[in-house]
């Protein structure tokens, strides 16, 4: 016996940071105003129902809709991979 403690080593789990919806949002603004755009939310059920919570306007028209705010931001990089987002209940 080495008299010394056995470590035990588990495959370290990846940590996700949790981001806020308001805080991933204000990314995304400052990401998509430098190309002219600008993510809007929707107001009242059938806003929400034509164009999703959230949609991508630019020159006075829409762009995107339906958007999911964790999908853009991995594909714009406003999310890193240990991000993730933080959905409150």
Known sequence: ???????????SKRMHVPIS???LKQRLDR???AEGKELK???GAPAIDALGRYYVVGN???LSHHV???TLGRETGALADYERLFVED
Do not use: H
């Not at 016996?1 to 495959?11: H, L």
């Open 41 to 43: 939310k929707a107001r």
């Open 21 to 23: 919806r308001r805080a």
């Open 60 to 62: 006075n028209s829409v």
């Open 31 to 33: 990401l998509l105003q």
């Open 1 to 11: 016996m080495t008299g010394g403690q056995q470590s035990s080593q588990k495959p």
């Open 68 to 70: 999911d705010l964790e």
